[in-house]
């Protein structure tokens, strides 16, 4: 009997909420769920309101859950709503064992978790292990204790370079721009040791190498483990462990990026990475119940994201590969290919992803026309600003596409909707630290984190109870208010709702891709169970295969011919 067993807690997983078993499953879905999973994201501070500050909490996303049982999801994840002082909206967590006020209570989560699982949706919970907030209590300890003391080995502080020290100690660059290092003043007032942030200064990484630091986190998870989560979402995973000898870095582009590079940053893809997951999984293997991790890791080829879900690591990771491809038939083809590919050879699901919390939207991007660096987000002064129509019906081809794919796909709140990129957001109203970070060089990604539009003509769409929302909404969304489109057999959200039904009805996420040539360079045309899936990425119409019968189409079909920016799925007509 290994270690990890004699851990077992055979009742953990019944505790709070009822688990998902047999009967509360989606039908079709196998015990392996996270295999073929669709997973809606919840960015809780603007899904919906039911306290009237302005920010979504998680009472609003609980009486919401019918519209994503309705839409047909199979998991949600909730971004952070740990408790933190809300400097990166919640990615800088103070206590990871309860829920900041302005979301709610621990009660408040018990409440969703539990309905979640009524409905047979799983819920999985954002951990974010490579940094904690400046006001965590230890960093708080960490900058009144010495230099050397137990509590600064928890951080990573160094000395500074030169006479003084007042020089960083190397040239590594926050990702939100600016220095990664920030000197402290010590406790008896001379300025002091410097501390490595990747990210924003409130945002303090975690020195990995220590042994209480694992600790910590094997708690955590179980924390919520315990609780009756099915999985986490893990933040920054190719983050946790730094080069030892912390050499000087300059990365390809001018800005820090959150990773990619064919050399990989010294911050960034460290090997010893992998064991974090690996002790992780063992932790998850505790538990009944089928609970799954997936990792938030930027790199730069599918081959070196499926390291991360190798046997015993993780079970998903982001297919990032996949939503930083163009709108281009080539181009999809071949990351399609190469992610099936290198998935598959390490037993894992291929996942897909279009939009998230930290890109432009896609309903924007698959138009743009210029350079958008991931993370930089567009202003008003986007150079080639789509046009909205052109967006929205690549938008949709596109999710057509994904969601035709064997693997697990991601949804990104509101995508469902047709929302696009609010790119003119008034300066004042802006909050991503990197905006700041950069003096308004950089917008960020506010853009996509606008509260949804409910209903049509309720004050502030129906978002918020009453409140101000915390980002100001665009009056041309009205249109896109889901009320709106429940009702419009045509809209965005009815293609959606369609698709995810077909989905999981001819089981699309646990079938096989087989390639159907004879087209042209602008299309795509695969079979996956009998479903025959044709996406034209061009401008210009194709034929319609003939002797099937169009189960659904993206936009509309003209007469026998599929228009340019559409994607269809087939059924073979009998005989
Ligand atoms: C991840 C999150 C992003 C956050 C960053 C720092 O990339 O998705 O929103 O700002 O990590 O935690």
Redesign the pocket.
Known sequence: MTVHQDLRRPDASTDAVPDLDETTRRPGTTAEWWRSAVIYQIYPRSFSDSSGDGIGDLPGITARLGALDALGVDAIWL?PFMTSPQK??G??VTDYCDVDPIFGTLSDFDALLARAHSLGIRVIV?L?P??SSDQHEWFQQALTAAPGSPERARYIFREGKGPEGQEPPNNWQS??GGPAWTRITEADGTPGQWYLH???SS?PDFDWSQEEVKQEFRRILRFWLDRGVDGFRV??AHGLVKDQDFPDYTPDADAAS?GGEATPAPYFEQSAVHEVYRDWRLVLEEYAGDRALCG?A?VSSVEKAALWVRPDEMHQTFNFQYLEASWDAQQLRGVINDSLRAFTAVGAPSTWVLS???VVRHATRLALTGENPQ?TGIGPDYPGLPDRETGLARARAATALMLALPGSAYIYQGEELGLDEVHDLPDEARQ??TWFRTAGERYG?DGCRVPLPWAADADDFGFTAGGTPWLPQPERWRGLARDVQQADPDSTLSLYRRMLSLRSEHDLGLGELNWLGGRSEQVLMFSNQDVVVLANTGTSSVPLPTGHEVLLASSALEGDEVPGDCTVWLRRHAG
């Open positions: 971004s990166d909206a990615y800088d954002d974010v490579n940094h990702i939100f990747l990210f924003d945002q933040d920054v959150m938030e930027w998230n919390h930290d993370g991503d630290p990604r």
